[in-house]
């Protein structure tokens, strides 16, 4: 394989070797972390101090109560599965579906109830609970189904979905493109959302493609691109996910580095757009004389240790044998 500098028009910044070292030594935290390694974690001064996602999309704290807590169940339909994957992650907050279930049980079609959810969630509302994360921040919507809480519209929005057969439409798609172009075509759904929502939902059984088959940059991946290339030649951003997803053995062995993947299971697209994120925040303390697209100079969040254990899951379709790394040990870590 040949050096990224000698692709057409392509000329990589500093940033560009700091996106795999930021990556290994990440992913080599999260290996420390699942040990129950009480020493500490890295030696890296920026990682000791701010808050930064694992390399891999499916092991953060989030994705994992997903995985584990929304999606499987032998009782569930697709069209329970994807309501539960789209009603979660329009909150993205643990502690509201939580809340939800708790209020009214095992959310499925037949018990879902646009009105009742959302008089209920205004309940929490006025006791001063917060329902939604900061994550993926979505318009309100409330135009668009004539209400005046933005939840009361979000709810309204998994109706609709359910009402006009879109959980068999995205079963029925043949590919994560041709998927993420129905979730597209609802409102207050942008690309990079319906991006996110189509690999959630490609987690469960609705859909079995491959990470790697499409990818669509965010925001953030757009700013990491930036600080990582000073030209990306003719090459889209999708492209150059794909190219450092393809590029990821050798760019590691070029570095000396050794990356220890996910029970065998390389980076996928979703994977390396995400690391140009987390690059781009870990550049404005390492290398703050790169300028991203949308000028952000500061990490926001502080990196707070935490006790609560995760016990990690993943699709069963990905065969991935967390034992077989560990003997017969049990898996379970730090949350990250």
């Known amino acids: 394989m040949i050096s990224i500098s000698k692709w057409g028009g392509v000329e990589p910044s500093i940033g560009y070797d700091t996106y795999w070292k930021f990556a290994c030594e990440r992913q080599k935290v999260f290996w420390e972390k699942l040990k129950g390694c009480n020493s500490s974690l ?4 920026i990682l000791k101090q701010y808050k930064f996602t694992n390399p891999y999309r499916a092991c953060d704290r989030v994705s994992q109560f997903l995985i584990r807590d929304v999606i499987y169940s032998d009782t569930f339909t697709h069209e329970d599965t994807f309501l539960r994957v789209i009603l979660f992650k329009l909150f993205n907050k643990v502690e509201t579906w939580k809340l939800l279930e708790s209020k009214f049980g095992v959310i499925s079609v037949d018990t879902f109830d646009a009105k009742a959810f959302a008089c209920f969630l205004d309940e929490q509302m006025h006791k001063g609970i917060k329902i939604y994360s900061n994550a993926y921040m979505m318009a309100s919507g409330c135009k668009e189904f004539n209400v005046t ?3 009361q519209a979000h709810l309204l929005l998994v109706k609709k979905m359910l009402n006009e057969h879109l959980p068999m439409k995205v079963h029925n798609s043949e590919s994560m493109e041709e998927a993420y172009k129905l979730l597209l075509a609802y409102p207050m759904i942008g690309k990079f959302l319906a991006y996110q929502y ?18 669509v940059p965010g925001p953030g991946a757009k ?15 999708s492209d150059i996910i794909k190219i450092m997803a393809e590029r ?13 993947n996910l029970g065998g299971r390389k980076l996928q697209y979703i994977d390396t757009q995400n690391l140009f994120c987390e690059t781009d925040k870990y550049c404005r303390v390492a290398h703050p004389e790169l300028s991203g697209v949308s000028g ?10 935490t006790r609560e254990q995760i016990q990690f ?13 560990y003997g017969s040990r049990q898996i379970s870590g730090v949350c990250t």
């Open 42 to 45: 890295t030696n890296d001064e």
């Open 149 to 151: 809480r933005k939840h």
């Open 198 to 215: 189509v690999t959630d939902l490609n987690y469960s059984e609705i859909t079995d493609f491959s990470e790697s088959e499409f990818t």
């Open 223 to 237: 700013d990491g691109i930036k600080k990582c290339f000073i030209s990306t030649g003719n090459y889209t951003d």
């Open 248 to 260: 990821q053995e050798y760019e590691f062995e070029r570095l000396g580095l050794e990356f220890y």
């Open 296 to 305: 952000r100079q500061k990490i926001k969040q502080k990196y707070r240790p």
């Open 313 to 325: 899951t993943f699709p069963p379709k990905w065969g991935i044998n967390m034992e077989s790394i």
